[in-house]
């Protein structure tokens, strides 16, 4: 898996670049924002924190926009060997409506999830140290979110849940767009 991580990277570059030189049209509503996005996250038998990166390429402020999301998740886990992760990269394009001084947004689009779960328990010495045999996933999912920001600040919140095979999961969060 970290070998397909690894080839998104570039091609994930080329696609900011290719979307930044867009900037230098004389079309002043079309821009690049970053937005950090924390928060917490509600899975399959997983309660855990998330963090990730939100790009969002904006051809008019008050329609259509394209976000690339990467974000990646642990389970909140003690004394259990190894911990659950998910991972997504997703493509979402969605729709924006401004209100007074807030933007509501909603989006839809396709991703990937992989990550890791846990297998067979191979060593159990009681309630402080269980190991179990590491397996890893891949699977296709839809990703909606929902959300709302300040015009000004560029903070906001959203709630969005990933639909697919093997880990569904709805997420909680903040972000503050750049």
Do not use: C
């Amino acid at each position: 898996m970290k070998n397909f991580t690894k080839l998104f990277i570039p091609v994930l570059l080329l696609i900011f670049i290719k979307l930044s030189g867009q900037n230098e049209q004389k079309d002043i509503t079309t821009r690049l924002t970053f937005a950090p996005a924390t928060g917490i996250f509600i899975g399959d038998k997983m309660l855990g924190l998330y963090g990730g990166i939100k790009i969002n390429h904006y051809k008019d402020t008050r329609s259509y926009f394209l976000t690339y999301e990467f974000i990646n998740s642990r389970q909140f886990v003690l004394f259990v060997d190894p911990d659950k992760t998910v991972n997504q990269f997703d493509i979402m394009i969605g729709k924006q409506k401004e209100l007074n001084k807030s933007v509501f947004y909603w989006q839809a689009g396709a991703g990937i999830t992989y990550g890791r779960y846990r297998g067979k328990l191979l060593r159990n010495n009681g309630w402080v140290d269980e190991i179990y045999e590491e397996k890893h996933y891949f699977t296709y999912g839809i990703p909606l979110e929902a959300g709302i920001k300040n015009k000004n600040s560029g903070i906001g919140g959203n709630f969005r849940v990933h639909i697919n095979g093997w880990y569904p999961v709805g997420m909680l969060g903040i972000f503050w767009e750049l």
